[in-house]
């Protein structure tokens, strides 16, 4: 089954204490988003990875960071978080060929409850 | 810089009526544009896309959507709602270009609640 996959699904965890959260695909996807949801604000995008070894910043990339050494892997980490960092995050993938003119749409894990406290 | 707008915090429609999500755009060039729906505890899933062509796309689970590109909007719309259709829904624009980070921004989302 085609699937975007994350974990974990929920963490509660303390201010500065560093976390990773993972993400993969298994579609073979060149591209790869990381996302959070606020009340009220809708879906911005953290960072985002065009293919393997290529990452940039997406609308609100502070206190984030990623990596992509692998195509299907693609985690987020916060090594220092806050309580302004509570939130739901979402991966996603697509095909990613001609990007960013591409219509295909987007593929999204089932998401990850952050809270910092 | 593109952007979207959906006006509506919350849609309220009985059962078997039909349902209107409505969702406004800005790009400086020609869209490309999405509706997706979240259920509780799920991520994103996609409904329908518009490309070019034929202004009236359809999609999955009987939505379709209207795009008018004098108004620039891309209403959701179902003739007759079903208490299941309940759920989160997202319009996203992509200005064909493909500016900004990834070309891709999501308006706040509409909650439409379906009343048996």
């Known amino acids: 089954e085609a699937q975007v996959t994350q974990n974990p699904r929920y963490l509660i965890t303390v201010t500065g204490k560093k976390l990773t959260v993972t993400c993969s695909q298994n579609?073979?996807?060149?591209?790869m988003s990381w996302y959070r949801q606020d009340p009220g604000l809708g879906l911005r995008q953290i960072y985002y990875?065009?293919?393997?070894?290529?990452?940039d910043k997406g609308d609100v990339p502070e206190g984030y960071k990623v990596s992509r050494k692998e195509k299907r892997n693609f985690p987020l980490i916060l090594e220092s978080p806050s309580p302004n960092q509570t939130s739901l995050y979402f991966c996603a993938s697509s095909l990613g060929r001609g990007w960013p003119n591409s219509n295909q749409p987007q593929h999204f894990g089932d998401g990850t409850r952050l809270s910092i406290l | 810089a593109q952007s979207v707008a959906q006006p509506e915090d919350q849609v309220n429609v009985a059962e078997g009526n039909p349902l209107t999500v409505k969702c406004t755009y800005s790009?400086?060039?020609?869209?490309?544009l999405f509706w997706y729906v979240q259920y509780p505890n799920r991520g994103l899933q996609f409904l329908l896309k518009?490309?070019?062509?034929?202004?009236l796309v359809k999609g999955s689970y009987g939505f379709e959507a209207e795009f008018n590109k004098s108004q620039t909007s891309f209403h959701l719309k179902k003739p007759s709602a079903l208490v299941s259709d309940s759920a989160l829904y997202f319009c996203?624009?992509?200005?064909?270009?493909?500016?900004?980070?990834?070309?891709?921004?999501f308006g706040k989302g509409t909650h439409l609640i379906i009343q048996p």
């Open positions: 990875s065009m293919n393997v070894e290529v990452t």
């Open positions: 518009y490309i070019t062509g034929d202004n």
């Open positions: 790009v400086s060039g020609n869209p490309y």
């Open positions: 996203a624009v992509r200005d064909r270009s493909g500016g900004g980070a990834d070309g891709l921004t």
């Open positions: 579609m073979n996807h060149e591209y």
